[in-house]
């Protein structure tokens, strides 16, 4: 490499994501493109990667970031720091969909190869509130599990934490509806009812190899969504196991459609009975809850605004 590609690239690793320790691949990585003659440097911690990166981007300096973890470390180096330089992925979660929809590796080698060739892909950004995310965003059951392997979270998260999350959804989730709307050509807001469970996907895959969306593009500009109606856990668990034969677009239950906003809001019922929050997820991670305005708690909110950002984030693949 010559002195005038000797720039910083900054590697932010997720010392807890997947079901094992990625570390020592995040340092072997460090230590390649040190030998390939980049200045990198490793950071473990987002406060400090932060710091650092912003640092070396008001100078200048940073050529590449690469995110260490899994969907949601992604997530997470998008919203810290934005997209002034490209990122690629050091695949390290337990889903890694980003990383396999991209068809990055996982040799440390290869990625420094990928980065001494530079071939960049742009990606639509995707805004929920005042969040950003690449892949999904979920409301309903699904989201419901993934809040509970985060709140029990103590180190690495392994297959058996979803299983186990699955178990404790089902005997406490009370499939909540939610009044969707949509944005459509014109900019206007149409109505799309009432349903129980909500996905706004980017790609057409979903954890555990799921196949939901199968038309979604990353870098088409519109969001596609997903709606299963079923208010009750026969229902839901119903309209899981088409998902999981592949019939769910079939299915009396199941609206399918194309746009560049979604606003979602939680039903309350006439009789002023609660039915408790429904909780959201980004990339695969729990975010938040929705409540009716009466329901409102410390993370609560009462409507999820999801749209197409219109802008991209560059992304070095192979």
Same mark, same amino acid.
């Given at each position: 490499m010559n002195s005038s590609m000797q720039q910083h690239v900054l590697i932010a690793a997720n010392p807890r994501s997947g079901a094992t320790d990625g570390l020592p691949r995040a340092e072997k990585l460090c230590e390649l493109l040190r030998n390939d003659g980049w200045q990198a440097e490793l950071l473990t911690d987002l406060d400090a990667f932060e710091r650092r990166a912003k640092d070396l981007l008001s100078l200048g300096q940073l050529k590449a970031? &690469?995110?260490?973890?899994?969907?949601?470390?992604?997530?997470?180096?998008?919203?810290?720091?934005?997209?002034?330089?490209?990122?690629?992925?050091?695949?390290?979660?337990?889903?890694?969909?980003?990383?396999?929809?991209?068809?990055?590796?996982?040799?440390?080698?290869?990625?420094?190869?990928?980065?001494?060739?530079?071939?960049?892909?742009?990606?639509?950004?995707?805004?929920?509130?005042q969040q950003l995310f690449l892949l999904m965003a979920s409301l309903g059951f699904d989201a419901e599990v993934v809040k509970y392997v985060h709140q029990s979270r103590r180190s690495h998260i392994t297959r058996w934490a979803y299983r186990w999350g699955i178990i404790q959804a089902l005997f406490q989730y009370r499939w909540p509806a939610m009044e969707?709307?949509?944005?459509?050509?014109?900019?206007?807001?149409?109505?799309?009812?009432?349903?129980?469970?909500?996905?706004?996907?980017?790609?057409?895959?979903?954890?555990?190899?799921?196949?939901?969306?199968?038309d979604a593009?990353?870098?088409?500009?519109?969001?596609? &969504?997903?709606?299963?109606?079923?208010?009750?856990?026969? &229902?839901?668990?119903?309209?899981?196991?088409?998902?999981?034969?592949?019939?769910?677009?079939?299915?009396?239950?199941?609206?399918?459609?194309?746009?560049?906003?979604?606003?979602?809001?939680?039903?309350?019922?006439?009789?002023?009975?609660?039915?408790?929050?429904?909780?959201?997820?980004?990339?695969?991670?729990?975010?938040?809850?929705?409540?009716?305005?009466?329901?409102?708690d410390g993370q609560a909110e009462d409507c999820l605004l999801i749209q197409s950002m219109g802008t991209r984030a560059k992304f070095i693949v192979p």
């Open positions: 970031i &690469v995110a260490g973890g899994g969907d949601g470390t992604v997530s997470t180096v998008i919203n810290r720091i934005g997209v002034q330089v490209p990122i690629t992925i050091l695949p390290m979660g337990s889903e890694n969909l980003l990383a396999k929809y991209l068809e990055i590796p996982r040799d440390p080698a290869m990625i420094v190869s990928m980065l001494r060739s530079g071939n960049v892909r742009e990606l639509d950004l995707v805004q929920a509130n969707i709307q949509s944005l459509d050509q014109d900019g206007c807001w149409v109505a799309q009812g009432r349903h129980h469970w909500v996905f706004a996907f980017n790609v057409p895959k979903y954890a555990a190899g799921l196949t939901l969306l199968p593009r990353i870098d088409d500009g519109l969001i596609d &969504v997903g709606l299963f109606r079923g208010g009750s856990l026969f &229902v839901g668990l119903w309209n899981y196991l088409l998902v999981a034969f592949g019939a769910h677009r079939k299915s009396s239950n199941w609206t399918e459609l194309k746009t560049k906003g979604l606003r979602i809001k939680l039903v309350r019922p006439a009789n002023g009975a609660g039915q408790g929050g429904v909780s959201y997820q980004l990339d695969g991670d729990w975010v938040g809850d929705l409540a009716a305005y009466d329901d409102l």
